[in-house]
């Protein structure tokens, strides 16, 4: 880590220069897009952050052009970090109508719900409180389901597995306790769900797979939510392949990945 950092840091500025003339990342027309795109979109296929964006412009019908950038090569990595985000992770946008470049999955997405807010159904609640509620709902996720998931997952100290369960749980329960139904907040699929729902994929299909382990059937206001916005034509039309997650996880537990090291993303 401290020596790929080292690396980029001494990378001179000839080298950035050369990088950004030779190398323009794939980009691709998304199904139903063309010239007319209005949002650059900086992706990886199988990012959960960059799902939660590629939702987002699928409900807002917004006209996009889906651009993917491989952070792991160094070449397009500093290409990336120049000209796009300075962190060096998808997704990212820029707004081909005013030249604006965002990245952070949920700043990007409130942007885009304000920018096209007569595209599409609203996804803010309008009122301070609901706005405030989306926010609360992705800081438990964020903060505690994410990390009460990842750490189960790549745990092998099959002791310890109770543990780490009943903090999964305490996270799920959350849910369970306080979603309003039929969607986190109510009647209307906001970004909360849109939030939630790469992570909740994830969650499903690698306790299944790795740990044998399932949403407990007594969370049921949990898994009708589930079932619920699970049938949104955003999120059908997003969801990953299961060979690629499965090709991913079992890429994570080969090398005990630790979610961006200290579970930060
Ligand atoms: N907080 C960020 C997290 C984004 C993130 O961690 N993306 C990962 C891929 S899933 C990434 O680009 N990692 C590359 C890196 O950190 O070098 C968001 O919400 O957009
Ligand atoms: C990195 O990306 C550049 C530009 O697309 C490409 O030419 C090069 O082969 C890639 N390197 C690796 C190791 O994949
Ligand atoms: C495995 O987990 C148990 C329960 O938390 C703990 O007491 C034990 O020290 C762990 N073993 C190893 C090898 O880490």
Known sequence: MAARKARRQHAGAA?????SLVFRPLTFAAPG?????KIEFYTMDMCPYAQRTWIT????GVPYKRTVVNVRNST?????VKNVNPLGKVPSIRDLTDGTVLYESEIINEYLEQKFADSGPALMPPSAKGAASVRLWNHHLNNKLAPAHFTFLMNKNATADPEKIQALEEALQYYEENLKGPFLLGDDFTLADVSALP????LIFSCRRFKDYEVPPRMKRLLKWLDTAMSQPSFLATKRPED?????YQRFLSVNYAFGGLNRN
């Open 199 to 202: 992570f909740f994929e994830r």
């Open 244 to 248: 690629q997650l499965e090709e991913v």
């Open 57 to 60: 412009l699928e409900e807002k």
């Open 15 to 19: 080298t950035l220069i050369v990088a």
């Open 33 to 37: 897009t063309s010239d007319k795109a």
């Open 76 to 80: 397009e990595r500093e290409w990336y």
